[in-house]
């Protein structure tokens, strides 16, 4: 009789909170600069590898939502999210906002942190 509860309980504790997906974290809002072009994802924005913080983010995130833009060496931005990579979970994926609606998606190699 008190399992039935103990679940229930569980169950409304759980959707209580707001979902967060379990391979995308906020970071603190730190300052990145490109080192290593190489190691950006262009295409990342088109598939599913890696969680984004939202759709926008996401669509804005890629070269198909660059517009013309490309990240390039030496450009800084603010770090808004990490994830892990669906293939190496050892590699670690930053989000970073460059302004004017570009965001770009790098791996630990390619920045430099601030």
Known sequence: MRAPVVVALLLSASTASAFVPPTFKAAPRNRATIVQQGELYSGANAGDCF??????????????????????????????????????PNVTIYIIDFGADHFAALNQRGIRLE
Do not use: R
């Open 51 to 88: 969680t984004w913080p939202s759709p926008w983010v996401k669509q804005h995130g890629g070269y198909s939502g660059w517009g013309g833009w490309y990240p390039a060496n030496g450009m800084t931005g603010v770090v808004i999210g990490t994830s892990k990579h669906c293939f190496d």
